[in-house]
C-alpha cells in the first residue's frame, strides 16, 4: 500500500506558467513533509519541506501548500523555468527521534517545462 | 568536496555473485540510509544505520544486508545477486532531530 501518492505523473508546462504538483498521504502520525527534487544523472537533493503546524511555506517561487484535514499537499512552483524541469519527490516522516528521520518517498513527478 | 561518496559508480554482476556497495560520509550524521531507485517506484528504503554497529531493515530488505562498522562508513551487500536487483542505488546521510538527508552520486548496478 502506498503511503504516499503523488499525481500527475508527468507534468508539462510553458515557461512563465504556473506548475501544480499533488501529494496525498495514508499514515496520519506523519508530520514532516519535505520535497526533493531531482535532475537527470543526479541525485536528489532538499527543495523545500512543511511541517503541520503551518498551512503554507514559501521559497522564492515555490510554495507548498498544506491541508491537514484532507491529508493533502501541493507544490507551486510560479514564473516556471526550464531550469526547474526535473522530477519532484514528495516524502514524508514521523518526527525524530521515534524512527530516526526515516523518510517515505512518493513515486515523483516528472515536470517538463518549455520554453 | 562532496560529503557523501559512493563507490562502485558503476557495477556489472553476474547472477548469484555478491556484490558491495560502499558508502562514506564525512558529514559527522549519525544516520545513514540506502535506497534503490527503479523507474516508477521512486525512491524506497532498503536499509538504515543510527550509529556505528547498528542497522535495521526498511522497507524492502529482502536480499540485501547492511553493514555499518564506522560513523562513517555504511556498506549494501548483495549475497546472491538477482537479475530483479538491477537498480541504482542511493546512499543517503542525516542528522537525527534535523530531517534532511544528503544524498551520494549513487551506484548503477546492472545483474547479468
Known amino acids: 500500500q502506498q503511503q504516499v501518492r503523488q499525481s500527475p505523473q508527468s507534468l508539462t508546462v510553458w515557461e512563465g506558467e504556473t506548475a501544480i504538483l499533488n501529494c496525498s498521504y495514508e499514515d496520519s502520525t506523519f508530520d514532516y513533509f519535505p520535497w526533493y527534487w531531482q535532475f537527470p544523472r543526479e541525485s536528489p537533493a532538499l527543495l523545500i519541506a512543511i511541517r503541520p503546524v503551518s498551512n503554507k511555506k514559501e521559497d522564492g517561487r515555490f510554495t507548498i501548500f498544506f491541508n491537514k484535514r484532507e491529508k493533502k499537499l501541493s507544490l507551486h512552483i510560479t514564473d516556471s523555468q526550464p531550469g526547474d524541469s526535473a522530477t519532484y519527490f514528495c516524502?514524508?516522516?514521523?518526527?525524530?527521534?521515534?524512527?530516526?528521520?526515516?523518510?517515505?518517498f512518493g513515486r515523483g513527478t516528472r515536470l517538463q517545462v518549455y520554453a | 568536496e562532496a560529503a557523501v561518496t559512493q563507490s562502485p559508480r558503476n557495477k556489472v554482476a553476474v547472477t548469484g555473485g555478491k556484490v558491495t556497495l560502499s558508502c562514506n560520509q564525512t558529514?559527522?550524521?549519525?544516520?545513514m540510509y540506502w535506497y534503490r531507485q527503479d523507474t516508477g517506484h521512486g525512491l524506497r528504503l532498503i536499509h538504515y544505520s543510527y550509529g556505528a554497529g547498528s542497522t535495521e531493515k526498511g522497507d524492502i530488505p529482502d536480499g540485501y544486508k547492511a553493514s555499518r562498522p564506522s560513523q562513517e562508513n555504511f556498506s549494501l551487500i548483495l549475497e546472491l545477486a538477482t537479475p530483479s536487483q538491477t537498480s541504482v542505488y542511493f546512499c543517503a546521510s542525516g542528522e537525527t532531530g534535523v530531517e534532511e538527508q544528503y544524498f551520494g552520486p549513487g551506484t548503477r548496478l546492472t545483474v547479468l
Open positions: 558529514n559527522n550524521h549519525n544516520n
Open positions: 516524502a514524508a516522516s514521523v518526527n525524530p527521534p521515534q524512527v530516526v528521520g526515516q523518510l517515505t
